[in-house]
């Protein structure tokens, strides 16, 4: 059975980096699919972040992209965000995610239990 | 920039028909998947590509996508069905992922 897990601080200070990694169970990292990074702040919707392939090649949401970096460690069978100089704007549940499905079009098959990340002094 | 619209809440009684709506300019033409999110949980993959439902998705589930308007429709709506509903497509100049606002279903 595949599952995905978050792990991180719940707790960045203002203009501080996020960093969080998400580790794969029971499915390739090198499979033919891309890897997601999705976050929920509290009491709004849903919001993409980017996606990242096993190759490290990557797509992220225009409204992040000048703040926002992927890796993906294949050994460990982990990908990783970071999202540079947040503010309270940033909190939010964080899930990483595994996109399924056609290039451009695919669906969000897979997800991990999201982890909550609180930006504060 | 690309903007589906969703209701931000629907009720509905038990044993009734759920139609949640998400808006957007020539959504027809785009492969839309839905997302259910019960409170605490991670969202789950109830449809994808307009009408196709994941395995373990009851039959009561469907969809359809034309126009201007994507719909997902869950007949004899249950207790269990109350969670919020997500409608996504993507975008590909730029590209782009975009969610709806969500409508939360509310069972009588």
């Known amino acids: 059975q595949v599952q995905l897990q978050e792990s991180g601080p719940g707790l960045v200070k203002p203009s501080e980096t996020l960093s969080l990694t998400c580790a794969v169970y029971g499915d390739s990292i090198g499979s033919e699919n891309w890897w997601t990074w999705v976050r929920r702040p509290p009491g709004k919707g849903l919001e993409w972040i980017g996606e990242i392939y096993h190759t490290g090649s990557t797509n992220y949401s225009p409204s992040l992209k000048s703040r926002v970096t992927f890796s993906v460690d294949k050994s460990k069978k982990q990908f990783s965000l970071n999202l540079r100089s947040v503010t309270a704007a940033d909190t939010a549940i964080y899930y990483c995610?595994?996109?399924?499905?056609?290039?451009?079009?695919?669906?969000?098959?897979?997800w991990g239990q999201g982890t909550l990340v609180t930006v504060s002094s | 920039s690309y903007v589906l619209t969703q209701p931000p809440s629907l009720s509905v009684a038990p044993g009734q028909t759920a139609r949640i709506t998400c808006g957007g300019d020539?959504?027809?033409?785009?492969?839309v998947h839905w997302y259910q999110q019960k409170p605490g949980q991670a969202p789950i993959l109830v449809m994808y590509v307009d009408n196709d439902r994941p395995s373990g998705i009851p039959e009561r589930f469907s969809g359809s996508n034309s126009g201007t308007t994507a719909t997902l429709t869950i007949s004899s709506v249950a207790a269990g069905d109350e969670a919020d509903y997500f409608c996504?497509?993507?975008?590909?100049?730029?590209?782009?992922?975009?969610f709806g606002g969500g409508t939360r279903l509310t069972v009588l």
């Open positions: 020539n959504i027809g033409r785009k492969s």
């Open positions: 995610a595994r996109e399924v499905g056609a290039y451009g079009g695919s669906q969000i098959d897979l």
């Open positions: 996504q497509v993507w975008i590909l100049n730029p590209y782009d992922v975009v």
